[in-house]
């Protein structure tokens, strides 16, 4: 069993930056593709950014590209995602998640429980 639990959220004015932290626990974090996810009030869970296992090559949801990098230390088990230019409609619950395959989507094996991200005007 692997456990995920995110950490970083907060409040934050529009052009601000946040550094969100995935911590997992277990010996085979390496072993996993990470991935953040978002949930906005009313709105379906979406994907944000990927991080394979394979080749910590990264991949972004178009509307973050450029703003928001994802990165990895396979020695602290932490997935992490760096935010930048901050919007408010950047506002949601970011969730990572793991999934033991090599493609950047699931099926997702884990999923943390959500830290809020709230961007004000």
């Known amino acids: 069993q692997v456990q995920l639990v995110e950490s970083g959220g907060g409040l934050v004015q529009a052009g601000g930056s946040l550094r969100l932290s995935c911590v997992a626990s277990?010996?085979?974090?390496?072993?996993?593709?990470m991935v953040w996810f978002r949930q906005a009030p009313g709105k379906e869970r979406g994907f944000v950014a990927a991080?394979?296992?394979?080749?910590?090559?990264?991949h972004y949801a178009d509307s973050v590209k450029g703003r928001f990098t994802i990165s990895r230390d396979n020695a602290k088990n932490t997935v992490y995602l760096q935010m930048n230019s901050l919007k408010p409609e950047d506002t949601a619950v970011y969730y990572c998640a793991a999934h033991s395959g090599s493609d950047y989507f699931g099926p997702y094996d884990y999923w943390g429980q959500g830290t809020q991200v709230t961007v004000s005007s």
């Open positions: 277990g010996r085979t974090f390496s072993t996993y593709t």
């Open positions: 991080i394979r296992r394979s080749d910590d090559s990264t």
